[in-house]
């Protein structure tokens, strides 16, 4: 029976390579579910992740891609001029669709959710997870010096958070740079990432994690997990000098390292003498990076602050991974991240004598090292009490962060049932 609750879903990116993992993959799907799980019919038309999204239950989709007689472009002119081919191949599709509005998750150069909600006279909402334009200059491999591409992508931006209905962001910083930018808070819902827990559930994991373990020699040894894009961000820097002093006298130890990205050639050639105590992955599916985190017994996520001294302004979809797999979680203590780890453990206050009561996780401050040393260190030496913590952190993903939960905001926003 076809639900009277309908949306069209755009992701809009270009990327050389299909994406198949990460926070953006686990983003998506997260999103989409969790409107399935309302209720809602979903027409998607999406550049990225084809093979994923169709496998989910939507009602119809549309691969959105360039003629391929452009591929000889360079990348950004691409982007530019997918605004034009994407909002034709929508039209064309959505004739005879009929939805309530457009979500749009934004896309560095892209506003065809922008163009379709006025041609169709649909609302258009924006998941808007930080400017793309900062991203490119200070996170991608090329930085945007030239007006020929930095101009055009400011103004697309703004025209983005101009004429959206509303603007879905992840973090309280995000919605203070946009207050800034002269957008109402009327318009603007803070809703940090979330996660599937039945998806990851440590007990229906739990046949996959012994599987794991004896196959990477794991059997008897405690494991430190990590997952990510193995950036500066995702705190790499501080792994570097970490694993060398947590596993310098612990022989029952090993790092689960799960991942690519442009650190982790460097990071392998840094702590080439310690090789024996680290198991590199390589890039994973979305499937096998949540296996391979089941058979971690404690994670890290040492994320930074951004390297041009601006607040962080990201809600790592890791963390709230890492919590509902019921292990304890070592975090950095800055912006959203301690708010999602509250109550926390704090590394300055752990002793012998310290007791797990409501505590979700540790903190530690985000760029000293010695702090997660001690956090390891602590974590080691009271395995007895550590399933108090992974309960806890699982308690509150089921009680505030599900991706349904996520969604469920997003519709009463829409809705003007919450401000």
């Excluded at 990460?22 to 084809?50: E, P, Q, R, W």
């Excluded at 472009?73 to 669709?97: A, D, E, P, V």
């Excluded at 020929?148 to 919605?175: G, Q």
């Excluded at 979809?317 to 950095?332: A, D, G, H």
């Amino acid at each position: 029976m076809s639900s009277n609750k309908k949306i069209l879903y755009l992701r809009t990116d270009i990327y050389n390579k299909e994406l198949i993992s990460g926070g953006s993959v686990s983003h998506t799907s997260g999103v989409i579910n969790g409107f399935l799980k309302l209720d809602y019919d979903v027409f998607c038309a999406s550049s990225l992740m084809v093979p994923i999204i169709k496998n989910l239950e939507i009602k119809k989709f549309v691969r959105l891609k360039n003629p391929s007689c452009l591929n000889f472009l360079r990348w950004k002119i691409n982007c530019i001029f997918s605004n034009f081919f994407f909002t034709y191949l929508l039209l064309k599709k959505i004739k005879q669709w009929d939805f309530e509005f457009i979500y749009q998750r934004y896309s560095l150069l892209n506003f065809t959710g922008i163009i379709l909600s006025k041609i169709k006279k649909k609302k258009i909402i924006l998941e808007y997870n930080g400017s793309e334009y900062w991203v490119e200059k200070n996170w991608g491999g090329i930085k945007l010096k030239s007006l020929i591409f930095s101009f055009p992508s400011i103004v697309i931006e703004k025209i983005n958070i101009k004429y959206s209905d509303k603007i879905i962001v992840v973090s309280d910083v995000l919605k203070e740079e946009l207050l800034k930018r002269g957008v109402t808070k009327e318009r603007i819902l803070v809703n940090p990432n979330g996660v599937n827990p039945i998806e990851y559930n440590p007990e229906k994991l739990e046949e996959h994690r012994f599987k794991i373990r004896k196959k990477l020699g794991l059997e008897n040894i405690f494991v430190f997990g990590f997952i990510g894009t193995f950036s500066y961000w995702h705190g790499i820097n501080i792994l570097e000098k970490l694993i060398p002093k947590v596993v310098k006298n612990n022989k029952k130890i090993k790092f689960l390292m799960i991942g690519d990205g442009p650190l982790l050639e460097s990071l392998k050639e840094s702590l080439e003498k310690y090789k024996s105590k680290i198991v590199f992955t390589g890039l994973t599916t979305h499937e096998e990076g949540k296996r391979y985190l089941s058979a971690c017994d404690a994670f890290l996520c040492p994320t930074q602050q951004n390297s041009d001294g601006s607040a962080f302004f990201g809600s790592p979809t890791k963390l709230f991974e890492y919590m509902s797999l019921s292990r304890p979680v070592i975090s950095s203590g800055i912006e959203q991240l301690k708010e999602i780890i509250s109550p926390a453990l704090m590394v300055r206050d752990l002793s012998a004598k310290t007791v797990v009561k409501n505590e979700v996780g540790i903190l530690a401050d985000w760029d000293n090292d010695e702090e997660f040393l001690r956090a390891c260190m602590w974590v080691l030496f009271n395995k007895n009490i550590l399933n108090r913590l992974g309960k806890n952190a699982r308690e509150k993903i089921l009680k505030y962060y599900t991706w349904q939960m996520h969604v469920k905001k997003i519709e009463e926003f829409v809705n003007n049932k919450i401000s």
